[in-house]
T-cell receptor
Framework: AQSVAQPEDQVNVAEGNPLTVKCTYSVSGNPYLFWYVQYPNRGLQFLLKYITGDNLVKGSYGFEAEFNKSQTSFHLKKPSALVSDSALYFCAVRDDTGRRALTFGSGTRLQVQP | DAGVIQSPRHEVTEMGQEVTLRCKPISGHDYLFWYRQTMMRGLELLIYFNNNVPIDDSGMPEDRFSAKMPNASFSTLKIQPSEPRDSAVYFC?????????????FGPGTRLTVT
């Protein structure tokens, strides 16, 4: 069975400071990893993914994430936070078999203070 | 690109009534997923289709729930009879089968309230 842990329910950061939202995963075989963002009363919006290749992946809106196989982590980062980044962030995983289902973490609320 | 389209956006119904949620995936996508989001359980996969065929329905809560995909551009999720515990936001998502293009694109969701 695959699982995702997002250990922080909420992350608070000041505008202009770097941000990190943590994610660890468990999966049989090779992981495919994803980050999504959800704004109030909206659907989930795809930010970035790791399938293979470079461990540092870049995505939308200046976000990036680092895949660390030994620590089974895929933390989301951004060098300089914006107030508009305040939202709910979900990490998701699937394995490299044919099954397409994603398993989502519980979500981390990011609050960026002006 | 219009993205994934869901209707209705909000549905309020009484316990025991039938509810039908609708989804139009992104054109050309051949996978379609139905999820449910609640505060208590987070995001749960209910069922997914590939080329209109149900592949995995292990997340469907019980026989009151059914899903169909009669063609590549339309899917329905039906709850009959509905119960208050079915109150949630239901999302439809679609994706493309091309190798590496595994991300799913979500619709805006249908907020269902069963009283």
């Amino acid at each position: 069975a695959q699982s995702v842990a997002q250990p922080e329910d909420q992350v608070n950061v000041a505008e202009g400071n770097p941000l990190t939202v943590k994610c660890t995963y468990s999966v049989s075989g090779n992981p495919y990893l994803f980050w999504y963002v959800q704004y109030p009363n909206r659907g989930l919006q795809f930010l970035l993914k790791y399938i293979t290749g470079d461990n540092l992946v870049k995505g939308s809106y200046g976000f990036e994430a680092e895949f660390n196989k030994s620590q089974t982590s895929f933390h989301l980062k951004k060098p300089s936070a914006l107030v508009s980044d305040s939202a709910l962030y979900f990490c998701a995983v699937r394995d490299d078999t044919g099954r397409r289902a994603l398993t989502f973490g519980s979500g981390t609320r990011l609050q960026v203070q002006p | 690109d219009a993205g994934v389209i869901q209707s209705p956006r909000h549905e309020v119904t009484e316990m025991g009534q039938e509810v039908t949620l609708r989804c139009k995936p992104i054109s050309g996508h051949d996978y379609l997923f139905w999820y449910r989001q609640t505060m208590m359980r987070g995001l749960e996969l209910l069922i997914y289709f590939n080329n209109n065929v149900p592949i995995d329905d292990s997340g469907m809560p019980e026989d009151r729930f059914s899903a169909k995909m009669p063609n590549a551009s339309f899917s329905t999720l039906k709850i009959q009879p509905s119960e208050p515990r079915d109150s949630a936001v239901y999302f439809c998502a679609s994706s493309f089968s091309r190798v590496g293009a595994y991300e799913q694109y979500f619709g805006p969701g249908t907020r269902l309230t069963v009283t």
